[in-house]
């Protein structure tokens, strides 16, 4: 069994920072890709980021140039460091791991994290 515990979510302006961590637990968690996905009100989950076993990482469109991802060594933990925020990434977001590829679609990912609100004021 994998727990994923994310943290590091809050209110900033637009154009400030924010660090998302996702803590994994479960002797298999380190063979997995682990991404990050998010959800505003009223619309549907959306990818973010994912970022796999060996460090190669993928980013939607919407998020290249401002959001990193990266995990530890010990690939227990994930980042997503997210730069440059606009009032369009106030979501829930939320950390997932269970692909053993760089996909983009939640479907494939077993197990998730219970969210953490990020909310970018104008």
């Known amino acids: 069994q994998v727990q994923l515990v994310e943290s590091g979510g809050g209110l900033v302006q637009a154009g400030g920072s924010l660090r998302l961590s996702c803590a994994a637990s479960?002797?298999?968690?380190?063979?997995?890709?682990m991404a990050w996905f998010r959800q505003a009100p009223g619309k549907e989950r959306e990818f973010v980021a994912v970022?796999?076993?060996?460090?190669?990482?993928s980013y939607a469109d919407s998020v290249k140039g401002r959001f990193t991802i990266s995990r530890d060594n010990a690939k227990t933990t994930v980042y997503l460091q997210m730069n440059s925020l606009k009032p369009e990434d106030t979501a829930v977001y939320y950390c997932?791991?269970?692909?053993?590829?760089?996909?983009?679609?939640?479907?494939?990912?077993?197990?998730w994290g219970q969210g953490t609100q990020v909310t970018v004021s104008s």
């Open positions: 997932a791991a269970g692909s053993l590829s760089l996909s983009p679609r939640s479907s494939i990912y077993s197990y």
């Open positions: 479960g002797r298999t968690v380190s063979t997995y890709a």
């Open positions: 970022i796999s076993r060996s460090g190669s990482t």
